[in-house]
């Protein structure tokens, strides 16, 4: 296994410009009002890393939005340069795709707690001179919201055209909803929940636990003892991949193939093909994800829920949003269902709301919104293309 690397941006002060054509940045934000964090904590100065494509428009009436899941990045698209890959989401954004960067300004923040530029634990804590550890504020889903919010603001870019995610993504996409009710114009939550279940609880900590009895955890401070908790991260990688997939795409794919090898050979080694593939998901996870930034983004998922500030109404978190929402499910996703997505639609049909409401009839589980799913993206594509319409777009530089 290979040794974690944290990236470190180039440093920026707060401004009003903007990173154009597949450019990454990083700004720094809360240097002279720090941000208050659902805990009553106060974090500032921070960083958070960003990239865009395209360009904005002469009235900032382009802007894309996307939020990346759990253990993704700002990377949505092009080479990323932290794992040499191709971004998490091709398929969705560049030029002639439904996010097409030739019409709007795409950007997306890696999320704060989170290891791919933005301030989290893995960082120097600016009072101690060392990595935060576990002395970085605990997080929420609404904590995130607010630092993209932060870095909008200094952007110069007041309002959304579209905000866009998947899973921890689509929470961010609801949050945003709620929280911004003004200032998002439309909003597609794919594969996501209003609220985390027990059972998602459940697998999460069971990743946390595999994290925290790793020996070489160190309490969170393993930064200072040079190593890093592989195995225990590999193995919450392991756990949570299960989730991504569906029974039915296990079989398909994978059933009860050996690896390699022609009998089983009564011991512990990987004899089935789907035990190899998760051994290599955990393996080549801990080379660009760091453990205590897991600990605190799913611990920032379970957390959520929007009817937390709402008296446990769904449909009073959702008054006051002038947006026009894509509510989008896999059938076979059991890990946040269609029938949580069906809630979310009830809830804003309860009040009156512009909503549209697809499941889609994919193998792949919870992971299709990342894969070629042509009907994802041909829905998308037209909803995007007609709330544009709607908006009265221009994308002329002016």
């Not at 160190?218 to 040079?226: A, I, S, T």
Request: aromatic share 10%.
């Amino acid at each position: 296994m290979g040794v974690f690397v944290r990236y470190t941006p180039m440093t920026v002060t707060e401004t009003s410009s903007v990173a154009r054509d597949g450019k990454a940045q990083s700004i720094t934000l809360g240097q002279t009002d720090p941000l208050t964090l659902d805990s009553g904590e106060e974090l500032g100065p921070f960083q958070v890393a960003y990239k865009s494509w395209g360009q904005l428009n002469a009235d900032k009436s382009n802007v894309v939005l996307v939020c990346h899941a759990l253990t993704g990045d700002q990377y949505v698209t092009g080479v990323n340069p932290l794992t040499g890959r191709e971004g998490w989401w091709p398929l969705m954004c560049g030029p002639g795709r439904p996010l097409d960067t030739n019409k709007y300004f795409v950007i997306c923040a890696n999320v704060l707690g989170s290891c791919a530029g933005t301030s989290g634990p893995a960082e120097v804590n600016p009072k101690t001179g060392k990595p935060y550890g576990l002395d970085f504020p605990v997080l929420t889903i609404s904590d995130m919201v607010r630092a993209q919010a932060m870095l909008l603001d200094a952007l110069g870019i007041e309002d959304i055209f579209c905000v866009i995610g998947g899973s921890m993504g689509g929470m961010q996409v609801l949050q945003w909803a709620v929280d911004y009710p003004k200032r998002v114009f439309s909003a597609v939550p794919i594969a996501t929940t209003w609220r985390h279940s027990a059972q998602n609880i459940a697998f999460h900590e069971v990743g946390r636990q595999a994290i925290m009895a790793d020996p070489n955890w160190h309490h969170g401070k393993y930064y200072d003892h040079g190593v890093t908790p592989h195995a225990g991260l590999a193995v919450a990688r392991m756990a949570a991949h299960i989730t991504y997939m569906s029974e039915s795409g296990l079989t398909s794919r994978f059933g009860r193939s050996l690896q390699d090898r022609s009998g089983v050979t009564y011991g512990f080694d990987a004899d089935f093909q789907i035990e190899s593939y998760l051994r290599h998901q955990g393996i080549s996870f801990v080379d660009r994800f760091d453990a205590n930034s897991y600990l605190y983004i799913t611990r920032a998922m379970d957390y959520y829920d929007l009817t937390i500030n709402h008296g446990g109404i769904l449909a009073d978190a959702f008054r006051e949003t002038e947006a026009r929402f894509c509510v989008m499910s896999f059938a076979t996703d059991w890990l946040y269902t269609t029938a949580e997505s069906r809630n979310i639609v009830r809830a804003l049909n309860a009040v009156g709301k512009q909503v549209s409401f697809v499941e889609i009839d994919s193998n792949n589980g919870h992971d299709s919104f990342l894969l070629d799913e042509p009907e994802m993206l041909e829905i998308i594509a037209g909803f995007v293309r007609s709330a544009a319409e709607q908006r009265g777009i221009s994308t002329d530089d002016g």
